[in-house]
């Protein structure tokens, strides 16, 4: 299976577990020429930028670990993007949390930088 595909098969796996936890996927894959995040979503008033990551094992780290500092800012960045261009508040709480999947475990996590 090439990247993308897989990319997407988990990506969709990841919207699956955010839905069942009542957080509202708003958008999926949103690029600018800055770079892209895989799903931007909804819990209450909070914006989430969510970053997907899967491993089969652990042969090359924790799936969270390749959410790298480089990674972290290009998120923040293009998070920037997606405010301005839909004409967000500077008052909307905003979040960004990895969905790390290994295996066939998921894990959530929150506020992840």
Known sequence: MNK???GTKYEDIACSFLKEQGIEILERNFRSRFGEIDIVAKEGETLLFIEVKYRSGRGSGAPEEAVTPRKMKTIRFVS????ML???SEDVPVRYDVVAIEGSEIRYIRNAF
């Open 4 to 6: 993308r595909r897989t």
């Open 80 to 83: 920037l993007h997606y405010l």
């Open 86 to 88: 839909h004409e967000c």
